[in-house]
């Protein structure tokens, strides 16, 4: 991840121009792969933006629009004074994103016949292992979703469940699974609804997606409510 911190010095009256324009120009570079963006206003009268992506690549090959244009122009009609760039590195992040209003799919439990071998599993698929008893195990995914895996307390079918895993740099970490034993019931494709898929089994049959879809996800062009 990088982030990139603007600054700027507004003209006092056209400070909700701006405000809005930003806006604008934010919501089309979330559907364009950004990570999204925050305005401030600091103490000192100037007004701070910061933005994340992926890499520096992302952002560069971000298509434009004239919606994006129009946008921008009227965040420049708005800037008295415009500070230099400043690219960040991160080194640490505990930042915790707010909550939205709704549903959040942010835990999956499945179930296993031996806490062992799905231990095992799952470690090998870089999860990290924060809760474990004789029955019970969580696993954390480094974008903060979680997984548990649990001895049943009656006898279940396994394969009912299917969980998925997006990576930005999916075919690498196929290879490097690969390279570990992990077996593919069907490697990596790009498919008709604009996701690279690949698909394979825990050790009891449940089913695992690993995937990448970007802003197709979220934003297919077929979304009902308009890309």
């Not at 056209?14 to 930003?22: D, G």
């Not at 800037?79 to 230099?84: A, D, K, S, T, Y």
């Not at 942010?106 to 004789?134: H, K, W």
């Not at 969980?163 to 390279?179: A, G, N, P, S």
Request: a negative charge; charged letters at 20%.
């Amino acid at each position: 991840m990088i982030v990139y911190l603007y600054r700027w010095r507004l003209k006092p009256d056209h400070v909700q121009q701006f405000a809005l324009a930003w806006s604008t120009v934010t919501q089309q570079l979330l559907k364009a792969g950004s990570l999204g963006s925050r305005l401030h206003c600091g103490s000192d009268g100037i007004h701070y933006g910061y933005a994340q992506w992926p890499n520096e690549a992302a952002r560069e090959n971000a298509p434009s629009s004239e919606q994006m244009l129009n946008a921008r122009a009227q965040m420049n009609a708005a800037i008295l004074e415009r500070f230099p760039e400043v690219v960040l590195h991160p080194l640490s992040d505990y930042l915790e994103p707010p909550l939205k209003e709704g549903p959040a799919l942010n835990q999956v439990m499945i179930p296993c016949t031996d806490m062992d071998r799905s231990v095992a599993f799952y470690q090998d698929l870089d999860l990290t292992l924060i809760v474990r008893n004789d029955h019970y195990a969580r696993f954390e995914c480094p974008n903060g979703s979680t997984l548990s895996i649990k001895l049943p307390e009656t006898q279940t079918h396994p394969g009912a469940a299917t969980v998925y895993f997006e990576h930005q740099r999916l075919d690498e970490w196929i290879q490097k699974l690969k390279m570990k034993g992990v077996e593919f019931v069907r490697d990596a494709e790009n498919m008709s609804w604009l996701w690279r898929e690949a698909w394979l089994n825990d050790p009891f049959g449940n089913q695992l997606c690993l995937y990448y879809a970007s802003v197709n996800r979220r934003f297919p062009p077929w979304r009902l409510d308009g890309p």
